[in-house]
Structures are given as structure tokens and as C-alpha cells.
């Protein structure tokens, strides 16, 4: 079993930064990639950004210039550094790992619970 577990999530106001930490953990032979996806109430589950264990990102439109999401590979974690927050970033941020079971495949994706960033104006 995988476990992903977020946090770094709270409130700020708008024009300010937070850093969100996802750790994976359990089981597996390698992580392929993490990202960060968010979802308001009712909504869908956006991409925000996501990175390769080579280190290719990618970014939603809605944050590129503003978010930044790194990794370090040997401890399994992902960050998610979120600069000049808008109240429209407000949302629950969810991590997920593509995972490989074992070095031959047996491919899963892990969602962590979710930690949520408010952005106040």
C-alpha cells in the first residue's frame, strides 16, 4: 500500500505565499511522477502542476509565473511553492503519486486527502 499525505495548506491573505509539502510513502519500486490537482465544493479537479522523477514540470496556465513545484526525490516528496495568491487559488489542494509497484510495472496513482489554502482579499 501507498500512502500520500499533504500539508502546508491555511490561510493567507491575497498577495502572500504558502508552501505545501506531499511525502509518499509505502510499498513500491519507484514514484514516475507527483503533481498537485485542486477542487472547490462542487467543482472538478483541476491540474495545477506536476513534475517527472527527471524533473520535468508542468503548470496550469492559471499559475504559471506564480507557483513553482519541486521534488526531492530520495525522501519522496513534492513541494508546491505558491507565491502572489489570488482569493481565486482558494480551493482544497490534493497530491497524488504515479506510482510503480514494481521495476517491471504494475502502474497506480495515490491521492492524498486534501489540505486546503484560503486566500483572503
Known amino acids: 500500500q501507498v500512502q500520500v499525505v499533504e500539508s502546508g495548506g491555511g490561510l493567507v491573505q491575497a498577495g502572500g505565499s504558502l508552501r505545501l509539502s506531499c511525502a509518499a510513502s509505502?510499498?513500491?519500486?519507484?514514484?514516475?511522477?507527483m503533481g498537485w490537482y485542486r477542487q472547490a465544493p462542487g467543482g472538478q479537479r483541476e491540474l495545477v502542476a506536476t513534475?517527472?522523477?527527471?524533473?520535468?514540470?508542468n503548470y496550469a496556465d492559471s499559475v504559471k509565473g506564480r507557483f513553482t513545484i519541486s521534488r526531492d526525490n530520495a525522501n519522496n516528496t513534492v513541494y508546491l511553492q505558491m507565491s502572489s495568491l489570488k482569493p481565486e487559488d482558494t480551493n482544497v489542494y490534493y497530491c497524488?503519486?504515479?506510482?510503480?509497484?514494481?521495476?517491471?510495472?504494475?502502474?497506480?496513482?495515490?491521492w492524498g486527502q486534501g489540505t486546503r489554502v484560503t486566500v483572503s482579499s
Open positions: 497524488n503519486a504515479r506510482v510503480a509497484k514494481y521495476s517491471y510495472g504494475v502502474i497506480n496513482t495515490y
Open positions: 513534475i517527472t522523477n527527471s524533473g520535468s514540470a
Open positions: 509505502g510499498s513500491f519500486f519507484s514514484i514516475l511522477a
